[in-house]
């Protein structure tokens, strides 16, 4: 019994996590649970659970007598997310290239496959993919909790990341960039991957700074 109720809170959690990050569930909307369980077809015991884990990845608040509710997003959350990807990815996942072995390397060039594939699709999608790629890059620095700060991290972008691919372009120039990445961290080249992530982090919360400042 207590597997099923994992499965499908975990089901829950996936299907009310893709409506935050592609913006279905806008910021402040209220979570009505006894609405949102009734269209699922679920109990209160797995979308309390899922709820609960969102709130713990930080799209969700709770208020005492007022429930959950989405955590908007804002160009000072975007500016402390970058800000802090910036500080620990990019030497982070130059270290890892220098000591990634075939395994290492593979798991690399699948997550950059995935994404690849994903693009054009849905963008929660296309936002997850681009965690794990990123995630790929570092793991392999065996240093966990470098590994868990720039996963949790990524996490916490997926909102923005949707919000950036959606205009024009876009799409088709992370793709490029994405793929230099790779090259250069297949290539054991510490500086040029340093390099290039960084450039990469700091061009998406550019252009997010010009998104989230203009409808604000």
């Known amino acids: 019994m207590s597997i099923v109720v994992r499965t499908l809170s975990e089901q829950v959690f996936e299907i009310v996590r893709e409506q935050i990050v592609t913006g279905k569930l806008p910021g402040n909307a209220p979570i009505r649970q006894d609405a949102l369980a009734s269209e699922l077809g679920v109990s209160k015991i797995p979308l309390r659970e899922a ?5 713990q990845e930080g799209l969700l608040s709770s208020h005492a007598n007022r429930g959950y509710a989405v955590r908007p997003m804002s160009a000072e959350q975007a500016e402390e997310i970058f800000a802090l990807r910036l500080s620990i990815e990019p030497q982070a996942a130059a270290y890892a290239a220098t000591i990634a072995d075939d395994a290492d390397r593979d798991n690399a060039r699948i997550a950059f496959e995935e994404l690849d594939s994903a693009a054009g699709e849905r963008l ?3 936002a997850v993919r681009n965690r794990v790629f990123h995630t790929a890059l570092v793991r392999p620095g065996r240093r966990l909790l470098t ?3 720039v996963e949790r991290l990524a996490i916490l972008a997926e909102r923005y990341v949707v919000a950036h691919l959606q205009p024009a372009g876009r799409e088709h120039r992370a793709h490029l960039e994405h ?3 790779l090259d250069a961290w297949l290539a054991r080249d510490e500086g040029l991957m340093a390099t ?8 998406t919360l550019t252009d997010l700074r010009g998104q989230l400042g203009a409808s604000t």
Not at 51 to 55: C, I, N, T
Not at 196 to 203: E, F, R, T, V
């Open 51 to 55: 709820l609960a884990r969102l709130e």
């Open 124 to 126: 929660a999608e296309v």
């Open 147 to 149: 590994t868990q700060l």
């Open 179 to 181: 793929r230099q990445l």
């Open 196 to 203: 290039l992530l960084a450039s990469h982090i700091q061009s």
